[in-house]
């Protein structure tokens, strides 16, 4: 009888894993179990708050894509997984058997600073993005000052950095950026470390680039407060101070979601509750249980005065998809070989009329590669690839072979690698 491989999560690496799997065995049952009914290309989504993008360009529905590539799909969020009976348990009362889990679920968002989500927005989710998108709508019909920035341990600053700047852009094409002070907050001990420590010159280039915009920065301080009219912050001895501003966009920090949790602290990080995972992104108790994406506990790349995590980008997530299918599908076929993804990143920070990128690999210093760019035409090349990444999912292939390919030939990037050690933590060397 064919094994039964269970998703939890129709995100970037749910999906990524379940065609990985396909492809590399037509025989596996695959069930993907999601409660949002679509897939979403969450880097668009601050296009998709600016207006520069609508839902139906970012979004696909996942039960006819699903179904045309032999998928099965629960249109459920999972509610509990009982690791010791191989069940999970949906929302909808459904309990699903499973012979291999693989936990994807993207994060549960922490709205940490006290009135964050009352008085600020995000754009981590479609639904976030649109209702920033109607309050932008009322804004540039009375606009002020607008605060950017990012809470104590949060590792996802990308979309903060890319928000500012193209807001910038937007507010100039209608001729009202002089009214507009915006000032980026940020837990980062300098702008530009990403949550990374840096990536080659990205703090002289940020810090460039945030001057070049009039935009002023304030680095290594904790967002304590968001109140309708301003944002409260503290420094590193505990002094606070306020910005005002009309809108804010504050980025939450993430942990993993309540069904992660459920499993117990063999499977939960009990820092975070996000999946605990070997170097083949293995739960070292449940063999059968793996985590893809943004939910798997990865230590963060440094230790900074105010917490940051590691970012884990769309190039990282694929990686660990495509380790994870491999290594399912050899444990199914008896094989020994166990594959780690290299966890390199690339961060394109668009901003409208350009864009910055940074190459990162591995992503845990020391790299064998870093490289930047900012250029006109890497903001084509953004929207390029965001058209492109939505071609694949259409296709049901994430990893075509051209792909593989180009990376090596443009990067030196080898998306996974034959590990001889799976012990040790995500992103360490085997
Ligand atoms: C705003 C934003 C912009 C970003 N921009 C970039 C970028 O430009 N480049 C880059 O490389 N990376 C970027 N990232 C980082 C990363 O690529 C994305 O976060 C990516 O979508 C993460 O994929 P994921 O599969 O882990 O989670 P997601 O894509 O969030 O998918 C998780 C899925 O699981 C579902 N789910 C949640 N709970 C449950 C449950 N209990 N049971 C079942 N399903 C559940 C969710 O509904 C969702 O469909 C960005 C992140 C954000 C938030």
């Known amino acids: 009888m064919s094994k039964h491989i269970v998703i939890l999560g129709g995100g970037m690496g749910g999906i990524a894993t379940a065609y990985d799997l396909r492809k590399l065995d037509k025989s596996l049952k695959i069930t993907v179990v999601s409660g949002r009914p679509y897939f979403g290309f969450t880097p668009a989504y601050p296009h998709l708050a600016l207006g520069w993008r609508k839902f ?13 590539h032999g998928i099965d799909f629960i249109n459920e969020n999972g509610e509990s997984i009982d690791p010791d009976a191989n069940k999970v348990k949906t929302t909808g009362g459904k309990e699903i058997s499973y012979d291999y889990l693989v936990i ?18 995000s754009v981590c989710t479609a639904e ?44 100039k094409k209608r001729g009202i950026r002089h009214k507009v002070p915006i000032t980026y907050i940020t837990s980062e001990p300098y702008v530009g470390h990403m949550g990374l420590g840096g990536v080659g010159p990205s ?38 101070y306020e910005v005002p501003c009309k809108l804010s966009m504050i980025m939450p920090r993430f942990m993993g979601p ?37 939910v798997t506990a990865i230590p963060p790349v440094e230790q900074t005065p105010i917490p940051t995590g590691a970012p884990k980008t769309g190039m990282m997530i694929e990686q660990m998809a495509l380790a994870v299918a491999h290594n399912i599908v050899n444990d199914i ?24 990128g940074f190459f990162a690999s591995p992503v845990l210093p020391p790299r064998s590669v870093v490289k930047y760019k900012k250029a006109v035409w890497m903001h084509w090349f953004k929207s390029a690839f965001e058209k492109y990444f939505m071609w694949k999912v259409k296709t049901g292939d994430v990893a075509p072979f051209f792909e593989e390919g180009m990376l090596k030939l443009m990067f030196s990037v080898h998306p996974i690698h034959l590990c001889k050690d799976c012990a040790g933590s995500p992103g360490s060397p085997c």
């Open 128 to 171: 976030h993005a649109m209702e920033l998108n109607r309050k932008l709508e009322e804004f540039y019909k009375d606009p002020g000052h607008v605060v950017v920035g990012a809470i104590p341990g949060v590792s996802c600053f990308g979309p903060a950095y890319e928000f500012a700047f193209m807001l910038h852009h937007e507010l």
């Open 104 to 121: 994807a679920t993207g994060p549960k968002l922490v709205f940490g600073a006290e009135g964050q989500e009352q008085h600020s927005t």
């Open 56 to 68: 139906d360009d970012i979004t696909m529905p996942l039960a006819p894509l699903l179904s045309k």
């Open 333 to 356: 076929r008896n094989s020994t070989d166990r594959y780690a993804p290299e966890l390199s990143a690339i961060c394109v920070a668009d901003m409208g009329g350009d864009a910055m």
């Open 258 to 294: 309540d069904v992660v949790a459920s499993a117990g602290d063999k499977v939960a990080n009990p820092a975070n509750k996000m999946v605990i995972v070997n170097r083949c992104f293995q739960n070292p108790t449940y063999k059968n249980i793996f985590g893809v994406g943004v």
């Open 203 to 240: 703090r002289r280039l940020m810090e460039d680039t945030m001057a070049e915009r009039s935009i002023k920065y304030i680095a290594n301080v904790k967002i304590t407060k968001v109140e309708p009219d301003k944002v409260i912050y503290e420094d590193l001895e505990g002094k606070t």
